[in-house]
């Protein structure tokens, strides 16, 4: 240690460098979904009458409900980021929270939503659902894979969330340093986006 | 450009002890220039594994019949061999290792910009590759082949489970080196240093690293689809089902072709580092061969139909994907015109980078022009799925990414060692491999034209002259690998100690740090002024 004494560690912060990093990702999530659109193009053109009895058979209730408090989670994160620019850290963390259970809400509602169908024997290998045949295979396919993946950007969402709140509690995101909490901001708008054409084209679309 | 100082007390990289000692100092280590070593011993490694299996299924090829191996064993081979160099070596290769060391040395830069990011991408590749051989002990060995085709990758017996996996996380840590040096490049570059005063090397690593970003969730994805296929029956690629398998080769080529950019495009920068300065002579056209580098990774993205001519698309589809493979030839050429150029009435330093990076030229033109051969329709419907593929393949990939990379090393090895290497046996080493890689892949292309199928472990005897001719030609290549490999490093430990900054006259900004350069490279940033390659 004494030999290197003279080198202090350089700490080095550029929030610029964090957010263009941050858009990078949500590139590679674009990309990532749009392969999922693509398939989704491809098989609903070759199957036009099962996707659309498919979509029939989705309940359209729950998926209202569902993107309507995205939307609503969505603002109150940026809300969140509001209040810490003015240096308002209760503001933030209520806006946070409410972000963090709206999150949690829409995973349960989910779970509902697949437990009817995997009741049923809607699911992929599922006995009823091999009776209907390939479009609907590939419907009922595509539908648990990309909300189910969609899904995952939620859980990993609510980790974000999570470790962001210990963070503006601890002060160390606070008004003049809340990168952290802005580019989980960013990535929970994408997690909206993406669901905002999931919606119709699994459950508007007959 | 600025002369930096030296003092005694600068202490190098190599030396530096952090909060870690000695393999932990190492592993925990967020320096650029450690984790560039990381990559560069993990690849060592592996790339040993995998060049013994080719050798091994060239030894199975020396004559026909079941001699050393049967069916399932050679398959394998070719899919273990296959993955190990695609996904461990050749697509991280030059990034990970000459990018993470040098790229902020010649940008003038402390460190990239996310420098516990890049530690965490070398962390998940380890984990990616553990994955990967762990199919060992769980189900046995891949048989797929490299490129997982469906719906072989999901009947199979044997458990691909463990390579998809793998695969798969070792893309998180190609894209997030991508991430880290589109930031480095954006945000990091010293003063002075305008986007067209950058040196080449950087400039394709940043071509590269956007493919990286913007092409590998493909993989990612089509790989995770592959393991749900066969894990829960989505149906997705299953034909039984109402899945189409051809989308599978679609969505897989959709990645894999720009990827074979993501390996060729930082060799072609190193070329372009090396070529001035052993020539004494500014790059001649430095914005065609930046501009050519873009439009690579560009027009890159639309070529991926070329290698499904055979597997059932519209006439009109393999029209227009035969006319933009001739396309992307383009950008290949005015480099090698660039090259050439530079070179004309130059004053050449024979020395071993430079010929590395000539004989790399020679080969890389050989795999170009046989990938016209591929990319016309006519000619591609007879040697589809031949050994003129694998040939060509290895000319391009091989002498394309493995010709530079030995450039590079050779080239930039005092400077990340501090040390000189044998140059006399280093130059016997590249005699011996260039000799051998001729001999061994050349018969292969003669035996693609008489039709000897690719992935057979078996053959007819007519073929047997050529292949005996091909496996003495990887018995010397392997020879000429190991005769350059254990000089380097016999001289990484040994070698004649040299902290002279700059010993082959380069002109860019790494040769004015120390050698081995110091923990954050500069005492002070340089400010630049001039163009790189500036020889008067």
Do not use: C
Not at chain 1, 2 to 26: P, Y
Not at chain 2, 1 to 27: A, Q
Not at chain 2, 401 to 423: E, L, N, V
């Amino acid at each position: 240690m004494e030999k290197n004494a003279e080198h202090t560690s350089h700490v080095h912060r550029d929030d610029e460098a964090d957010k263009l990093g941050m858009w990078l990702f949500i590139f590679t999530e674009l990309l990532l979904f749009g392969m999922l659109f693509l398939m989704y193009a491809v098989y609903r053109y070759r199957n036009p009458v099962a996707f659309q009895l498919g979509g029939e058979e989705i309940d359209v209730v729950i998926g209202v409900i569902n993107t309507v408090i995205l939307l609503i989670s969505s603002a109150t994160v940026a809300m969140s980021i509001t209040a810490i620019q003015r240096g308002k850290k209760t503001q933030a963390l209520l806006f946070l929270g409410t972000t963090l259970i709206i999150a949690v809400v829409f995973l349960v509602n989910k779970y509902f939503e697949w437990g009817t169908k995997i009741e049923y024997g809607f699911y992929p290998g599922g006995e009823a659902l091999l009776e209907l045949g390939h479009g609907t295979v590939l419907f009922f396919g595509l539908y648990y894979i990309m909300s189910g993946i969609h899904a995952l950007h939620i859980i990993i969402g609510i980790g974000l969330f999570i470790y962001v709140f210990q963070q503006i509690r601890a002060e160390k995101i606070h008004k003049t340093d809340y990168v952290w909490l802005e580019n989980t901001g960013l990535y929970w708008h994408l997690v909206d986006l993406i669901w905002i054409f999931l919606f119709p084209l699994f459950y508007l679309i007959h | 450009m600025s002369e930096s100082t030296t003092s005694s007390k600068h202490v190098s990289f190599l030396e530096y002890k952090g909060k870690y000692k000695g393999l932990l100092g190492w592993i925990f280590s967020t320096d650029h220039k450690r984790v560039g070593l990381l990559y560069l011993y993990t690849m060592l490694v592996f790339f040993s594994i995998a060049a013994t299996l080719g050798l091994l299924m060239k030894l199975q090829m020396l004559a026909p019949g079941h001699t050393l191996m049967g069916p399932q064993t050679y398959n394998a081979m070719f899919t273990v061999h296959g993955i190990i160099m695609i996904f461990v070596i050749v697509v991280p290769g030059l990034p990970a290792v000459f990018g993470n060391f040098f790229l902020p040395l010649m940008i003038g830069a402390k460190d990239v910009a996310f420098p516990r990011l890049n530690l965490a991408s070398w962390w998940i590749y380890v984990i990616g590759i553990l994955v990967v051989l762990s199919s060992q002990f769980i189900g046995g060995w891949p048989d797929t082949g490299w490129t997982f085709y469906a719906p072989y990758s999901f009947q199979t017996p044997v458990n691909i489970v463990p390579a998809l996996v793998g695969a798969t996380i070792m893309g998180f840590s190609s894209i997030l080196t991508g991430i880290n040096f589109i930031v480095t490049i954006h945000r990091m570059r010293a003063p002075g240093m305008t986007w067209f005063k950058m040196p080449l090397f950087p400039w394709t690593l940043y071509a590269t690293a956007w493919i990286q970003v913007l092409a590998t969730p493909v993989i990612g994805i089509t790989l995770l689809l592959t393991l749900m296929e066969r894990l829960l029956g989505v149906g997705i690629f299953d034909p039984r089902l109402g899945g189409d398998p051809i989308l599978y080769q679609h969505l897989f080529w959709i990645y894999s072709h720009p990827a074979v950019y993501i390996m060729i495009l930082p060799g072609m920068g190193v070329i372009s580092e090396i070529i001035p300065v052993f020539s004494r002579k500014s790059i001649y056209g430095y914005k065609a061969i930046v501009l050519s580098s873009l439009a690579i990774a560009f027009v890159g993205y639309f070529v991926w139909g070329h290698h499904m001519f055979t597997s059932g698309m519209s006439g009109r589809a393999l029209y227009a994907f035969s006319f933009l493979t001739f396309l992307v030839a383009i950008p290949s050429a005015i480099k090698v015109f660039n090259w050439v150029s530079t070179m004309h009435k130059g004053s050449l330093l024979l020395q071993t980078p430079f010929y590395w990076a000539v004989s790399f030229i020679f080969v890389f033109m050989i795999g170009g022009l046989t990938g016209l051969v591929l990319g016309s329709l006519a000619t591609n419907v007879h040697v589809h799925d031949t050994y003129f593929v694998v040939a060509h393949f290895h000319f391009i990939v091989f002498g394309g990414t493995g010709y530079s990379f030995m450039a590079a090393i050779h080239y930039w090895f005092p400077k990340m060692f501090g040390r000189m290497y044998d140059r006399s046996w280093a130059n016997i080493g590249w005699v011996t491999f260039f000799a051998g890689f001729l001999s061994l892949y050349t018969p292969m292309f003669v035996l693609g034209l008489q039709g000897m199928p690719r992935r057979y472990y078996d053959y007819l005897p007519e073929f047997h002259a050529w292949h005996i001719f091909s496996t003495l030609g990887s018995i010397l290549m392997i020879a000429g690998a190991a005769i350059v490999i254990i000089n380097l490093v016999r001289s990484s430990r040994h070698g004649q100690k040299t902290s002279e900054k700059n010993p082959w006259g380069g002109k860019t900004l790494e040769w004015q740090a120390d050698t081995p350069p110091t923990l954050e490279n500069w005492e002070e940033v340089p400010t630049v002024t001039q163009k790189p390659y500036e020889y008067k």
